[in-house]
């Protein structure tokens, strides 16, 4: 009788145990093909929290580099950058009435014209150019630049599709004759903040010869209502004895906009010198423009005062003197 019961004892452990073993391996089982269902399932989220992540950054990178090009194209049309004018689809004039006081040279009242005309039935490839007093860019510095005349036709030879390269034909009038050229523009991004610009200008005079100038400029951008601007310039001539440079560096900040009307200042500093026959730095500047949208909307007021320490000649001594432009801008077909 007890060979029985301890038989049966015996019996029982075993179904026991294998029905425990079976429900263990059962449970395995089901938690491999959980976790096998549920590893594509993650690996889709995080595919998908990737792609999120990477969508955010290019429309980040987009916006910061819309942002940048719109306001280097901004202070380019504010400020009156006549390559900016020049390249634009539209006819835009500029008609500017600027008193200059110097303490050393005196006051001097002039008028220019500057900007370009679509040429009726010609106007997708030809203007008439006029180029004014001012420089190209912010600073003055090739007022007397020969490889640019002051009125001539400009005529686009080749853009690429993105218009970060632009080609030109370009004749000078004079009452010596035409002045044939060529200009090159690039034009491209480093980085969402960082724009870089580079020209290069070539004249052919038949009296002095052929002038060339290159300009290289950098926008950083450092808000949507600021930037810092670089603009270095190099011109040289066939029978010229070396070379004139100049090289600023500035801030632009644009202010609030008050009844549709903008505002704007630019506060720079600059040199500029010749490398032969004597290397000198001839004017160290620094300065502060400032220029505002006013009554109505093609009038400009403008007011920039300098501090500059010039030399005449290599040898002469070095003499700091202020200076004041007062400027009325119209602006005309715009």
């Not at 819309?66 to 004039?93: K, N, P, Q």
């Not at 009125?151 to 599709?161: K, N």
């Not at 500093?269 to 032969?276: Q, R, S």
Request: charged letters at 30%; one cysteine or more; proline letters at 3%.
């Amino acid at each position: 009788m007890n060979t029985v019961r301890a038989t049966g004892g015996l019996l029982l452990s075993v179904c026991i145990a294998l029905n425990a073993h079976a429900l263990e391996t059962q449970e395995r089982k089901q938690s491999s093909d959980e976790g096998a269902s549920q590893e594509p399932e993650y690996e889709n989220v995080a595919a998908a929290a990737r792609d999120t992540a990477e969508r955010w950054v290019d429309s980040s990178h987009r916006f910061a580099t819309d942002r940048t090009m719109a306001l280097t194209r901004w202070v380019d049309s504010f400020f009156g950058d006549m390559d900016g004018d020049a390249e634009i689809a539209e006819s835009r004039l500029r008609l500017k009435v600027t008193t200059d006081w110097d303490e050393r040279l005196g006051t001097e009242t002039r008028i220019s014209v500057g900007g370009k005309v679509n040429l009726p039935r010609l106007a997708d490839r030809v203007d008439l150019v006029f180029r004014g007093d001012d420089p190209d860019e912010l600073v003055a510095g090739d007022e007397d630049d020969p490889s640019q005349s002051q009125v001539g036709l400009q005529v686009l030879l080749d853009e690429s599709a993105g218009g970060n390269h632009r080609t030109d034909f370009t004749v000078g009038l004079s009452s010596t004759g035409p002045k044939p050229g060529v200009k090159y523009r690039y034009k491209t991004l480093w980085g969402p903040n960082t724009s870089f610009r580079f020209s290069q200008r070539a004249q052919y005079d038949f009296d002095d010869g052929a002038f060339a100038t290159t300009k290289l400029d950098i926008d950083y951008a450092l808000s949507k209502r600021s930037l810092i601007r670089s603009q270095n310039r190099l011109l040289y001539g066939e029978k010229s004895d070396g070379a004139e440079w100049s090289s600023n560096i500035g801030v632009v900040r644009q202010w609030a906009v008050e009844n549709g009307f903008e505002r704007a200042a630019y506060l720079y500093a600059g040199v500029k010198g010749n490398t032969e026959p004597d290397s000198y730095r001839e004017n160290y500047q620094v300065g502060l423009r400032l220029r505002a949208q006013a009554i109505r909307e093609f009038l400009f007021f403008e007011l920039e005062p300098t501090l500059n320490q010039r030399i005449d000649a290599p040898g002469l001594p070095r003499e700091t003197a202020w200076a004041v432009e007062a400027r009325i801008e119209f602006l005309l077909f715009d």
